[in-house]
């Protein structure tokens, strides 16, 4: 079964670091890209970052940019992020998912972990 | 605010044929393909289109894309309760250099 399950989310307080990973299973995780989007309740989907299948390119919003790193290990099959200094903002929930073609279509996604950034 | 734009709700009633918008710019909608998904709550999306207009294997094909020129739309068929749920458009964007949602579509059948 094609397969990706988040782990690591909790609660941190503001200026605080986190990771967060995704194991893979059920599918060849080195042939493709990868990309973390989260989501406060009730609101909508927001992409966070993203990684090409040979490692080597990354990509992330702006509102994360220098703070978080996106990470693989495809000898693991695991994706990471790498979040520092927390901010209240990256309170949500977030996901892993698998690009079909390196491009917004992500067919597999994970069931979600949440961060919640408080004091 | 995204730089996609969709309507936040939208309706119709059990059997009918509802369509949903996304308007983007020439830097996501106009340059690059579009896929859609579908949300319930407490749950991960799921794919239901991509490349504009396909669908993965198992989606039903009451589900149908189309894309002109800076402008999305997922129209569904036959409507029925179990459709109702958040709807994403997404497209990658050149400016971003990453993909981009728009901020989602309620749907209620009625």
């Known amino acids: 079964e094609v397969q990706l399950v988040e782990s690591g989310g909790g609660l941190v307080q503001p200026g605080g670091s986190l990771r967060l990973s995704c194991a893979a299973s059920?599918?060849?995780?080195?042939?493709?890209?990868m990309h973390w989007v989260r989501q406060i309740p009730g609101k909508g989907l927001v992409w966070v970052s993203r990684?090409?299948?040979?490692?080597?390119?990354?990509g992330y919003a702006d509102s994360v940019k220098g703070r978080f790193t996106i990470s693989r290990d495809n000898a693991k099959n695991t994706l990471y992020l790498q979040m520092n200094s927390l901010r209240a903002e990256d309170t949500a929930v977030y996901y892993c998912?698998?690009?079909?073609?390196?491009?917004?279509?992500?067919?597999?996604w994970g069931q979600g972990t949440t961060v919640t950034v408080s004091s | 605010q995204s730089v996609v734009t969709q309507p936040p709700s939208a309706s119709g009633a059990p059997g009918q044929r509802v369509t949903l918008s996304c308007s983007g710019s020439?830097?996501?909608?106009?340059?690059?393909?579009v896929s859609w998904y579908q949300q319930f709550p407490e749950t991960a999306p799921k794919l239901l289109i991509h490349?504009?207009?396909q669908r993965p294997s198992g989606v039903p094909d009451r589900f149908s894309g189309s894309k002109s020129g800076t402008s999305a739309s997922l129209a569904i068929s036959g409507l029925q309760s179990k459709d109702e749920a958040d709807y994403y458009c997404?497209?990658?964007?050149?400016?971003?250099?990453?993909?981009?949602f728009g901020g989602g579509t309620k749907l209620t059948v009625l």
């Open positions: 020439s830097s996501n909608i106009g340059s690059n393909t």
């Open positions: 490349s504009n207009n």
């Open positions: 998912a698998r690009d079909l073609f390196g491009a917004a279509s992500m067919d597999v």
């Open positions: 990684i090409n299948a040979d490692e080597r390119r990354t």
């Open positions: 997404a497209a990658w964007d050149d400016s971003l250099n990453g993909p981009v």
């Open positions: 059920g599918f060849t995780f080195s042939s493709y890209w």
